[in-house]
């Protein structure tokens, strides 16, 4: 079977190929040429007719030759060059010989290309669904990933069969939940350990309780009372004068005292109101009893922080509250020298809602901290992968740290336009389909594949709470319920003979 015959000019990327039959887009086809047998994937597919060119603009004139029946269609497509299917996929020194036929991949080839030393089954091709596509799981964690689709495309789907398969390999996943998604899952390879949003105001850094007690960073005079009050709370706890027990009770009894002297600055007393606020705004933030959140993480287990409750401030906190303990704890392990103790300090942070906590357009917290694990993370067992259905609005420089991406769906040009200057491997072929793809399909490009890859995602054999809910049907029942007990009463009443 031939798909096509190269034409044109051709060169080491590309190759232009014109058919007499429709093959499809994301097919795998194989180039002998030069004792070779090189891989391509058809990006792109045009259909035509010479005799029916865009320059007739007489529609009579269209009608006859359609209605003559001429033959001249055609169908022409482009071609990209991956590289020699027997040589590790290396790419070729000389463009094909224009003329050279284009044969369909065979299987055989097909599942030696998804053949992965640590494999991660997302689906099948989308064109061929016998061909499993298996990607590497050390790339996604080490080398961090991106799954982006518009609404319902598919992508909470795709973050469940993601989760299953690296339980599977007893992997510490921690997700931090922004719609309580995942906090009643169901993933047939492990367990959900939901963690609270809690934090000892203890751990957390002055710089951290000083956002939630909302003092300005051109609030100097109130930053130095309470940077002051601050210091010695800590240093009361560590000297065993005071328990640890309300760190932010202690502070403001610090302030309170230094606020009796006649002599003290009316700023303490500012400070000393917004630290009461805070404490009642963040009652359920704050534990005084709890530990370090890292502490909960429990191996092969899905570890979910719901912040379904939460305001975005406190989720922005919570964000760089953990991501920054621990990236410092890995670095001790690292600088330890104790390779042992690095790896079980890994852990693979899958963050929903990636716009919201890594925005495009302004800065917060937990941005900052994204943007340095994503630098940083892969030298120190730590991966990341950013979700979200509006890409244009996700944090550039964190999201071209993505080596990885899972595309769904995406129809605004803005997004698509955000994604490839985020991604080097998304050429602009790729990008012009994904108006077209089902629910479901994505494209699957990265280190963690040989090839781009067209793939139909495996539905979750789990349980999520991703799926739209039905109103319609809500109300339906409701008005089915209560014309069902009227059907009743009047039953009832008839049977006691009453007639109507």
């Known amino acids: 079977m031939v798909v096509g015959i190269c034409v044109g000019e051709t060169n080491l990327n590309e190759v232009t190929f014109i058919s007499n039959q429709m ?19 058809v990006e792109n597919l045009v259909r035509g007719n010479d005799a029916l060119n865009v320059d007739i603009n007489d529609f009579k004139a269209i009608q006859k030759i359609s209605k003559l029946g001429i033959e001249d269609n055609y169908i022409k497509g482009k071609i990209k060059i991956l590289g020699d299917a ?21 299987e055989k080839t097909l599942k030696e290309i998804f053949k992965v030393k640590n494999p991660i089954k997302l689906g099948t091709l989308v064109n061929q669904e016998e061909i499993n596509v298996n990607v590497d799981a050390n790339p996604i964690l080490s080398r961090h990933m991106a799954i982006l689709a518009m609404t319902g495309a598919g992508k909470s789907n795709t973050v469940s069969v993601l989760i299953d398969q690296l339980l599977s390999y007893n992997i510490p996943i921690f997700v931090f939940d922004m719609h309580g998604e995942y906090k009643g ?87 000393m ?6 404490m009642d705004k963040y009652s359920n933030l704050f534990n005084q009893y709890a530990g370090n959140i890292l502490s909960n993480i429990k191996k092969g287990q899905v570890n979910v922080l719901d912040l379904s409750q939460v305001d975005e401030s406190v989720a922005s906190v919570l964000v760089s509250h953990i991501l920054r303990n621990s990236l410092k704890r890995s670095k001790l392990a690292a600088n330890k020298d104790n390779k042992e103790e690095l790896l079980n300090n890994s ?9 919201i906590l890594a925005p495009q357009k302004r800065d917060s917290d937990s941005k900052r901290w994204i943007q340095r694990v994503a630098r940083e993370g892969r030298k120190f067992g730590l991966g990341l992968c950013l979700v979200s259905q509006s890409p244009k609005t996700v944090d550039h420089d964190a999201l071209s740290q ?5 595309i769904l769906r995406l129809v605004e040009p803005e997004d698509q336009r955000h994604v490839q200057s985020a991604s080097e491997s998304l050429s602009q072929d790729l990008i012009n389909q994904l108006p077209s793809l089902n629910v479901g399909e994505a494209i699957v490009l990265g280190l963690m594949t040989k090839v781009p890859t067209l793939v139909k995602i495996d539905k979750f054999q789990g349980r999520t709470h991703g799926d739209d809910m039905d109103i319609i049907g809500h109300f339906k029942d409701i008005i089915d319920k209560e014309s069902k007990e009227i059907d009743d009463q009047e039953n009832e009443l008839m049977d006691m003979g009453y007639d109507y």
């Open 23 to 41: 093959p499809q887009v994301g097919q795998y086809v194989t180039i002998e040429y030069d004792d070779k047998k090189i891989l391509g994937m």
């Open 86 to 106: 027997n040589n590790n996929l290396k790419l070729p020194r000389t463009p094909v010989t224009p003329g050279t036929e284009i044969k369909p991949a065979d």
């Open 185 to 271: 899952a169901k993933f047939p390879n492990g367990e959900v350990n939901i963690i609270k949003p809690q934090i000892n105001p203890r751990y957390m850094t002055f710089y951290e309780i000083k956002k939630l007690v909302n003092i300005p960073n051109n609030a100097y005079l109130q930053e130095r009372h309470f940077r002051k009050a601050f210091k010695t709370a800590r240093k009361q706890i560590e000297d065993g004068i005071a328990h640890e027990n309300n760190f932010l009770q202690l502070i403001y009894d610090i302030l309170e005292e230094e606020s009796k002297d006649e002599k003290a600055d009316p700023r303490i007393i500012d400070v």
């Open 273 to 278: 109101n917004k630290i009461d606020d805070s």
């Open 347 to 355: 852990v693979f942070y899958i963050l929903e809602e990636a716009h």
């Open 402 to 406: 993505m080596n990885n991406m899972i």
